[in-house]
């Protein structure tokens, strides 16, 4: 069955880079894109970009000048990677794909 | 960007009564392709989004069919139809027809 699991650090500093990786299981890369999603404690949910089946990327207008996705086909892997940390980048981040799957999101708290 | 108005942002309802949520585009979300990105989701507490609603009206897999969306254009609605006490959370809106992709600012449904 399709399975999507983040991982990565709970707590990184500011002015830092963060890095995230989603490891997919169930279906392949190559056929489905993968979506990056964070939820700011108590706050509503911000869609932060797609890294699509062919690897071509979209990303929030906001957070493009610092954010990158890239994927290994063959580790079934998606990878996220935000510089210049600050708190208000503390959130839930959430990796999804096809909208109907989903991991169970991975909480990073950025300390000054 | 496009930005999705939700409405009411709080909504309570008794048990068994039918509510709808308004989710307003400020550009018509028609593709190209002849499709309408429009998804609708909900965030139980605790939990991460589950898909109900796909390009506008399709109900998800597993999803009540007391849920149903509608609309067209710029104007969309979800219905439930007889509220159950499983379906309180927040909802929210999101389109995938521009890019970047936009999630609504959500509503609370609480559960009198």
């Known amino acids: 069955q399709v399975q999507l699991k983040e991982s990565g650090p709970v707590l990184v500093q500011a002015s830092e880079t963060l890095s995230l990786t989603c490891t997919v299981s169930?279906?392949?890369?190559?056929?489905?894109?993968v979506i990056w999603v964070r939820q700011p404690p108590g706050k509503g949910l911000e869609w932060m970009g797609i890294?699509?089946?062919?690897?071509?990327?979209d990303y929030n207008s906001a957070l493009k000048s610092r954010l990158s996705i890239n994927r290994d086909t063959s580790k079934s892997q998606v990878f996220l990677k935000m510089n210049s940390l600050q708190t208000d980048d503390t959130a839930i981040y959430y990796c999804?794909?096809?909208?109907?799957?989903w991991g169970q999101g991975t909480l990073v708290t950025v300390s000054s | 960007d496009v930005v999705l108005t939700q409405t009411p942002s709080i909504l309570s309802a008794t048990i068994g009564q039918s509510v709808s949520i308004s989710c307003r585009s400020s550009?018509?979300?028609?593709?190209?392709?002849?499709?309408?990105?429009l998804y609708w989701f909900l965030q139980r507490p605790g939990q991460s989004p589950q898909r109900l609603i796909y390009?506008?009206?399709n109900l998800g897999s597993g999803v009540p069919n007391r849920f149903s969306g509608s609309g067209s254009g710029t104007d969309f609605t979800l219905k439930i139809s007889g509220v159950e006490a499983e379906d309180l959370g927040v909802y929210y809106c999101?389109?995938?027809?521009?890019?970047?992709?936009?999630f609504g600012s959500g509503t609370k449904l609480e559960i009198k």
């Open positions: 169930g279906f392949s890369l190559t056929n489905y894109g």
């Open positions: 550009q018509s979300l028609l593709d190209s392709d002849g499709n309408t990105y």
């Open positions: 390009l506008v009206s």
């Open positions: 890294i699509w089946r062919n690897g071509n990327t």
């Open positions: 999101m389109q995938a027809t521009h890019a970047p992709f936009t």
């Open positions: 999804t794909s096809g909208w109907a799957y």
